[in-house]
T-cell receptor, first 114, second 111 residues
C-alpha cells in the first residue's frame, strides 16, 4: 500500500513478555517517528530516526524500550518485560524530510498487557 | 463555540455552525505547527500547517491562527459537518526536529 503500515494491529501480552512492533514507512521517507498514545491522551513522542540514525530517543520511558531502523526503512519498536502501564496504542509516522514536514501516520498497534 | 485543547475537553456544535478549537503550545522556539484530526481507531491525519513567520493560513473550510506572543494556536472549521467529528490535536515542531502533540479536543457535531 501507499501509506504507513504497522503490524500487528492488536497485541495482547502477559506481563513480563517481550513484544516487537513493526512499522513500514512510506517508501522514500527519510524520517520515522514512534509515538505512544494512552487512552484519551495525545500521542507522546518516543523516538525519532533520520534514515538509520536514531537522532532522538529522549521519549523512551525506560531501558526496556528499544527501537531500531537498521537499513533506514522498516523500523521495529521492542518492549522487553512488558508491564501493565505499557498498555497503549503505539503509532508510527514517517515524513519525507525532517520534523518540519507533514507526518503520515499508520493506524497504530494496540498493545494490551495483562 | 470554542475550547481549550487541554485534558481532552469536548466541544459540541450544531451542524452548519463554525467551530473554534484552541491550543496552547509550550516552546517559544517552535517554528512549525500542525493540526491533526484523529478518528476512532485510526492514526492522526494532517489537516493544516503553519510556520512561525505567518499569523494565519487558510485551507478548505479550515483556518489556522497563530499568536506567538501568547503561544496560542487556533483551528477554525467553517460550516462544521458530521464528518468533522473527531479528536483534534495541535503539534509543534521542537527545536530538535521532533513533533510534540497537545492533549487534544474532542469535537462532536450534532445533526
Amino acid at each position: 500500500g501507499a501509506g504507513v503500515s504497522q503490524s500487528p494491529r492488536y497485541k495482547v501480552a502477559k506481563r513480563g513478555q517481550d513484544v516487537a512492533l513493526r512499522c513500514d514507512p512510506i517508501s522514500g521517507h527519510v524520517s520515522l517517528f514512534w509515538y505512544q498514545q494512552a487512552l484519551g491522551q495525545g500521542p507522546e513522542f518516543l523516538t525519532y530516526f533520520q534514515n538509520e540514525a536514531q537522532l532522538d530517543k529522549s521519549g523512551l520511558p525506560s531501558d526496556r524500550f528499544f527501537a531500531e531502523r537498521p537499513e533506514g526503512s522498516v523500523s521495529t519498536l521492542k518492549i522487553q518485560r512488558t508491564q501493565q502501564e505499557d498498555s497503549a496504542v503505539y503509532l508510527c509516522a514517517s515524513s519525507f524530510q525532517g520534523g518540519t514536514g507533514e507526518l503520515f501516520f499508520g493506524e497504530g498497534s494496540r498493545l494490551t498487557v495483562l | 463555540g470554542e475550547s481549550v485543547g487541554l485534558h481532552l475537553p469536548t466541544l459540541s456544535v450544531q451542524e452548519g455552525d463554525n467551530s473554534i478549537i484552541n491550543c496552547a503550545y509550550s516552546n517559544s522556539a517552535s517554528d512549525y505547527f500542525i493540526w491533526y484530526k484523529q478518528e476512532s481507531g485510526k492514526g492522526p491525519q494532517f489537516i493544516i500547517d503553519i510556520r512561525s513567520n505567518m499569523d494565519k493560513r487558510q485551507g478548505q473550510r479550515v483556518t489556522v491562527l497563530l499568536n506567538k506572543t501568547v503561544k496560542h494556536l487556533s483551528l477554525q472549521i467553517a460550516a462544521t459537518q458530521p464528518g468533522d467529528s473527531a479528536v483534534y490535536f495541535c503539534a509543534e515542531n521542537m527545536s530538535n526536529n521532533d513533533m510534540r502533540f497537545g492533549a487534544g479536543t474532542r469535537l462532536t457535531v450534532k445533526p
